[in-house]
């Protein structure tokens, strides 16, 4: 846009906020940066927009409108109550072009719930928990435990409580599979990553080395850990990648979510994670188990081989 009639604009703007509106300076600037950054973000990405070189205002609309939420929201990782802030001053600003011009409002009718469990949201926790999957492992007891909880729970859709019972487990029991033991003497094969078959066979080395209590889930003194400690591990590994705190039933329903994306059917899913609702798992799509383990291996970021490192 213009520099000249975008300059020209928000002085009439900024006018129409200390005259007519009445309000405070901090306000006033908090309107004027919220439209700015509106205009610098549709000036960035113009091209990807289809927007003409000398666009106007009048060329934006809805369509830009969520182009920018999402690129807030999503890559630049603002919080909800800050998007709903600076849409709200962009709509005042459209109003006021409206009335001053005389023209329509492209996004009268626009709205953006503060309180609504908006779907973007949601994948934007899926893309941070996925990230944690590429970095580097950290080679401490602790740290092998935060990967592993991250895979029963988020890759397997396996319960704290579950994922707590386990006593021991046989890493490559067949090609990309493990075969997990419970305290009730029953076993689950479930499909694993190679990568994550590396970090379960130095897991088992290590606590091997730390002897005490027999179990799967020891901490340095060879204690049992309980589920409430394993659920505190977890919140250490959100904290540290600056991660909002997530239970392991929330953990659980973005896997779904996650693999629903990837195609899953409603069975599919239903069997691998043993599930016994499927009213979560209504959007699902896979033919069979043995797909949804074929997905999981093949298409999983879990599965890239960019982490040959993490041992």
Same mark, same amino acid.
């Given at each position: 846009?213009?520099?000249?009639e975008?300059n020209?604009i928000?002085?009439?703007?900024k006018? #129409?906020?200390?005259?007519?509106?009445?309000?405070?300076?901090n !306000?006033?600037?908090?309107?004027?940066n %919220? +439209? /700015?950054? *509106?205009?610098?973000?549709?000036?960035?990405?113009?091209n990807k927009?289809?927007?003409?070189?000398?666009?106007?205002?009048?060329?934006?609309?809805?369509?830009?409108?969520?182009?920018?939420?999402? #690129?807030?929201?999503?890559?630049?990782?603002?919080?909800?109550? !800050?998007?709903?802030?600076?849409i709200? %001053? +962009? /709509?005042? *600003?459209?109003?006021?072009l409206?009335?001053?011009?005389?023209t329509?409002?492209?996004?009268?009718?626009?709205k953006?719930?503060?309180?609504t469990?908006?779907?973007?949201?949601?994948?934007?926790?899926?893309?941070?928990?996925n990230?944690?999957f590429?970095?580097?492992?950290?080679?401490s007891?602790?740290?092998?435990?935060?990967r592993?909880?991250?895979e029963?729970?988020?890759?397997?859709?396996?319960?704290?409580?579950?994922?707590?019972?386990i006593?021991?487990a046989?890493?490559?029991?067949?090609?990309?599979?493990?075969r997990?033991?419970f305290?009730?003497?029953?076993?689950r094969?479930?499909?694993?990553?190679?990568?994550?078959?590396?970090?379960?066979?130095?897991?088992l080395?290590?606590i091997d080395?730390?002897g005490?209590?027999?179990g799967?889930?020891l901490?340095?003194?060879?204690?049992?850990?309980?589920t409430?400690?394993?659920?505190?591990?977890l919140n250490?590994y959100?904290a540290?990648y600056?991660?909002?705190?997530?239970?392991a039933?929330?953990?659980?329903?973005?896997?779904?979510?996650?693999?629903?994306?990837e195609?899953?059917?409603?069975?599919?899913?239903?069997?691998?994670?043993n599930?016994?609702?499927?009213?979560r798992?209504?959007s699902?799509?896979v033919?069979?188990?043995?797909?949804l383990?074929?997905?999981?291996?093949k298409k999983?970021?879990?599965?890239?081989?960019?982490?040959?490192d993490?041992?």
């Open positions: 846009m213009d520099k000249a975008l020209k928000m002085g009439l703007y006018s #129409h906020l200390q005259v007519k509106k009445m309000l405070a300076p !306000t006033i600037s908090l309107y004027l %919220s +439209i /700015k950054l *509106f205009v610098s973000f549709c000036d960035n990405f113009k927009l289809a927007l003409p070189d000398k666009w106007l205002m009048e060329d934006l609309g809805v369509r830009e409108i969520e182009a920018f939420m999402q #690129h807030q929201l999503k890559d630049l990782n603002w919080k909800r109550s !800050t998007m709903v802030t600076c709200s %001053s +962009i /709509k005042i *600003f459209y109003q006021f409206a009335e001053s011009e005389n329509k409002n492209p996004i009268q009718h626009f953006f719930s503060r309180h469990n908006n779907i973007s949201e949601q994948d934007i926790k899926i893309s941070k928990i990230q944690l590429e970095l580097s492992l950290e080679n007891l602790q740290g092998h435990q935060q592993l909880l991250l029963f729970i988020y890759g397997l859709g396996m319960s704290l409580a579950q994922i707590n019972k006593r021991s046989i890493p490559e029991l067949d090609e990309g599979q493990v997990l033991y305290q009730d003497t029953k076993y094969d479930v499909p694993f990553s190679p990568v994550s078959i590396k970090v379960l066979k130095s897991y080395k290590m080395n730390v005490g209590d027999q799967f889930w901490n340095r003194k060879g204690k049992k850990l309980t409430a400690q394993l659920q505190n591990i250490k959100f540290k600056k991660l909002p705190t997530i239970s039933n929330e953990l659980r329903d973005l896997s779904v979510q996650h693999f629903s994306g195609g899953a059917d409603v069975r599919s899913l239903q069997a691998l994670r599930v016994k609702q499927l009213r798992l209504q699902l799509k033919n069979s188990f043995g797909d383990q074929k997905k999981f291996k999983h970021m879990r599965n890239q081989t960019s982490n040959k993490i041992i």
